[in-house]
């Protein structure tokens, strides 16, 4: 790691941050003797804090959204030279940058028709729920209004999206939730529910089990990940795809696809559900569509569904909500912008490639490291689960996979986990390096997992 004192005098800042910043999914009490981490400037994959100390983030930004890399100095301008023509009007009329930009979007996906603006994932999920809610009101005599969501997927942060999330310790406290909310078993091979040689096939079935359960005309809506992000990097497996969308049309049950992490190229596609041959009724995106140089989230939905809410003889007929920053002309300015960069810069071919040297590097720190006991993902998002022993598949513990990232922060290399989201299974590492992310800096990254895992398990 490199540490240069920084330029400036940062000290005030620190202590302003100390006082009065209340930072996300953070304990605070540590802050009372010791510094909060303070991240001052970032290019490329390189981000350096206050104390001038250089790290790799390996993580896009700590939460998977900064998809194209720091600094890029060509969505800056093209975001300022917006704001300063017009930088907001309300959704109920349209702007230049937002109709370019769902017009581009929709090219990279068939099928799918209309983009509604919001400015975070939780939001752009809740608008489905909503959607879903007022069109069975409205066509549906009040039936088909549960929301059938996964074991292991996480939705976002409101107590809508909180009642959908299949990560318990996430969704803990916050109760009680809405009725409707129904929980469909999770995909996860390596921790198999059902010894079986199809189990893709065989964990879809379970959620027509759950559809058969609660009554195929009270489900309006399923609701997945096309790979659980959070929940422990879980890409479904072979089987399981082709049968969801085969459930849904047999019970007429919208097909809900949350991309707010794959989505925009992180799987080495423009989506994740494009690598499984599904077509979705709608799809959601945040994090990777503006890469984090403005906020964005957009809801994207077919013709079928959007003329559910066409009907000029009924006033209460259309959509009737807003999203206040959906008008901001930022979000789909800076949009357009990282989906020229990803175009021009071919980092969907990169992605697939970084992402199997990735894959390939951590298959060898498993051939290494015993405590490895699974390695999976797509593109250039991977995960490896730690475990006390391979043949019972016990999980590490929490603390230990804190300390497994901590070492990696002292040799300049910021990792991730599943963590405070699944009782006795935070135990995952995640990556999910920048698509601009070269050969080198990817055996930085596994070189230091390598050192951080023998510091902690020998």
């Known amino acids: 790691m490199n540490i240069a004192p920084h330029p400036n005098d940062l000290r005030p800042i ?8 209340w930072h996300h999914m953070l304990q605070h009490k540590p802050l009372e003797t010791n ?3 303070i991240i001052v400037e970032g290019k490329g994959l390189k981000v350096w804090d206050a104390a001038g100390r250089e790290y790799l983030d390996a993580l896009s930004g700590g939460v998977w959204t900064v998809n194209v890399g720091y600094g890029r100095t060509s969505i800056a301008d093209a975001v300022r030279d917006q704001l300063v023509k017009l930088n907001y009007f309300a959704q109920s009329a349209g702007s230049i940058p937002g109709s370019l930009f769902a017009q581009k979007l929709l090219e990279k996906m068939p099928g799918l028709s209309r983009v509604y603006f919001n400015n975070s994932g939780s939001e752009a999920n809740e608008k489905v729920f909503k959607m879903v809610r007022q069109i069975a009101e409205r066509h549906n005599g009040g039936k088909k209004w549960k929301i059938l969501c996964r074991e292991r997927d996480y939705h976002g942060t409101t107590i809508g999206t909180l009642a959908a999330s299949g990560q318990l310790q996430r969704a803990a406290m916050y109760g009680p939730y809405p009725d409707g909310f129904v929980m469909v078993p999770h995909c996860l091979e390596y921790r198999k529910q059902w010894d079986v040689e199809n189990y893709g096939e065989r964990a879809a079935d379970a959620i027509e089990e759950v559809i ?6 009270t489900i309006g809506l399923l609701c997945l990940e096309p790979v659980t992000a959070g929940g422990g990097v879980i890409v479904p497996p072979e089987g399981y795809w082709p049968r969801v969308q085969e ?16 989505g925009l190229g992180r799987t080495g596609t423009w989506f994740g559900y494009q690598n499984f041959g599904v077509q979705p009724d ?20 077919t013709e079928a569904v959007f003329e559910k809410f066409k009907d000029d003889a009924d006033p209460m007929a259309h959509f009737r909500d807003i999203s206040t ?6 979000g789909p300015t800076a949009a357009l912008e990282n989906m020229r960069i990803i175009e021009d810069e071919g980092l969907l071919d990169n992605c697939l490639a970084m992402g199997a040297r990735l894959r390939a590097n951590l298959l060898a720190l498993k051939d290494k490291h015993a405590v490895i006991g699974d390695v999976r993902g797509l593109g250039l998002f991977q995960g490896a689960e730690l475990v006390k ?3 019972t598949k016990e999980p590490v513990d929490e603390k230990s996979v804190a300390r497994v990232i901590a070492e990696a922060g002292a040799r300049g290399v910021m990792i991730g986990a599943s963590n405070r989201s699944i009782p006795g299974l935070n135990n995952t590492l995640c990556l999910a390096p920048a698509l601009v992310v070269s050969a080198a800096e990817i055996d930085a990254i596994t070189a230091a997992i390598d050192g951080a895992l023998t510091a902690v398990f020998g």
């Open 14 to 21: 620190i202590e302003a941050d100390r006082r009065h910043v």
């Open 389 to 391: 022993d391979r043949a």
């Open 35 to 37: 510094d909060p981490r």
């Open 282 to 301: 709608f799809v959601t995106m945040a994090k990777g569509v503006a890469s984090g140089y403005a906020a964005i989230s957009c809801t994207v939905t």
């Open 247 to 262: 459930i849904c049309r047999k019970y007429d049950i919208l097909l809900h696809i949350d991309e707010v992490v794959c």
């Open 212 to 217: 058969l359960r609660e009554g195929p005309d």
């Open 325 to 330: 920053f959906g008008g901001c002309t930022a």
